[in-house]
Protein backbone atom coordinates (compact mmCIF):
# COMPACT_ATOMS: atom_id res chain seq x y z
CA UNK A 1 0.00 0.00 0.00
CA UNK A 2 1.06 3.34 -0.76
CA UNK A 3 2.38 5.60 1.55
CA UNK A 4 1.56 8.93 -0.10
CA UNK A 5 -2.00 10.31 0.50
CA UNK A 6 -3.91 10.74 -2.59
CA UNK A 7 -4.02 14.89 -2.10
CA UNK A 8 -0.17 14.97 -2.32
CA UNK A 9 -0.26 12.41 -4.98
CA UNK A 10 -2.88 14.45 -6.59
CA UNK A 11 -0.36 17.57 -5.95
CA UNK A 12 2.86 15.87 -7.30
CA UNK A 13 0.93 14.61 -10.58
CA UNK A 14 -0.52 18.01 -11.57
CA UNK A 15 3.06 19.92 -11.00
CA UNK A 16 4.79 17.43 -12.72
CA UNK A 17 2.07 17.85 -15.82
CA UNK A 18 1.96 21.83 -15.23
CA UNK A 19 5.94 22.35 -14.89
CA UNK A 20 6.25 19.92 -18.16
CA UNK A 21 3.48 22.07 -20.16
CA UNK A 22 4.82 26.03 -19.01
CA UNK A 23 8.34 24.66 -19.43
CA UNK A 24 8.09 23.18 -23.28
CA UNK A 25 6.00 26.59 -24.17
CA UNK A 26 8.24 29.04 -22.46
CA UNK A 27 11.08 26.81 -23.45
CA UNK A 28 10.33 26.90 -27.26
CA UNK A 29 9.03 30.55 -27.45
CA UNK A 30 12.24 31.77 -25.81
CA UNK A 31 14.35 29.99 -27.86
CA UNK A 32 12.33 31.06 -30.73
CA UNK A 33 12.36 34.55 -29.40
CA UNK A 34 16.67 34.53 -29.09
CA UNK A 35 17.60 32.37 -32.03
CA UNK A 36 14.50 32.14 -34.47
CA UNK A 37 13.53 29.02 -36.42
CA UNK A 38 15.51 27.04 -38.85
CA UNK A 39 16.88 23.49 -39.01
CA UNK A 40 18.79 23.48 -35.63
CA UNK A 41 15.77 24.66 -33.80
CA UNK A 42 14.87 21.18 -32.29
CA UNK A 43 18.00 20.58 -30.99
CA UNK A 44 18.46 23.84 -29.32
CA UNK A 45 14.80 23.52 -27.62
CA UNK A 46 15.22 20.66 -26.17
CA UNK A 47 17.74 21.05 -23.93
CA UNK A 48 16.53 24.49 -22.83
CA UNK A 49 13.42 22.60 -22.14
CA UNK A 50 14.98 19.86 -20.12
CA UNK A 51 16.64 22.52 -17.99
CA UNK A 52 13.54 24.21 -17.62
CA UNK A 53 11.92 21.45 -16.42
CA UNK A 54 14.25 20.15 -14.03
CA UNK A 55 14.37 23.45 -12.14
CA UNK A 56 10.49 24.18 -12.25
CA UNK A 57 8.69 20.56 -11.51
CA UNK A 58 10.74 21.09 -7.53
CA UNK A 59 9.54 24.73 -8.11
CA UNK A 60 5.94 24.00 -8.92
CA UNK A 61 5.77 21.53 -6.23
CA UNK A 62 7.27 23.64 -3.43
CA UNK A 63 5.34 26.85 -4.67
CA UNK A 64 1.60 25.49 -5.46
CA UNK A 65 0.68 25.31 -1.86
CA UNK A 66 1.90 29.11 -1.33
CA UNK A 67 0.05 30.01 -4.71
CA UNK A 68 -2.95 28.07 -3.08
CA UNK A 69 -3.07 29.86 0.10
CA UNK A 70 -2.24 33.68 -1.24
CA UNK A 71 -5.41 32.66 -4.10
CA UNK A 72 -7.75 31.89 -0.68
CA UNK A 73 -6.89 35.13 0.71
CA UNK A 74 -7.54 36.96 -2.36
CA UNK A 75 -10.69 35.23 -3.16
CA UNK A 76 -11.51 35.35 0.24
CA UNK A 77 -11.34 39.25 0.92
CA UNK A 78 -12.80 39.65 -2.56
CA UNK A 79 -15.66 38.08 -1.31
CA UNK A 80 -16.28 39.84 2.33
CA UNK A 81 -16.06 43.03 -0.36
CA UNK A 82 -18.90 41.23 -1.90
CA UNK A 83 -21.08 40.67 0.51
CA UNK A 84 -19.91 44.66 2.07
CA UNK A 85 -20.95 46.38 -0.96
CA UNK A 86 -23.94 44.79 -1.93
CA UNK A 87 -27.58 46.00 -1.18
CA UNK A 88 -30.16 43.57 -0.76
Known amino acids: MSRIKPA????????FYMSGMM????SGVIT?????I???FVYR????FLVAWAVAFPLVTFIAPIA??????TVGR??????RTSVN
Open 68 to 73: VKLTEM
Open 78 to 83: LGKEDK
Open 8 to 15: RLRQLVFG
Open 23 to 26: SLLM
Open 45 to 48: WLPA
Open 32 to 36: FINTG
Open 38 to 40: DSE
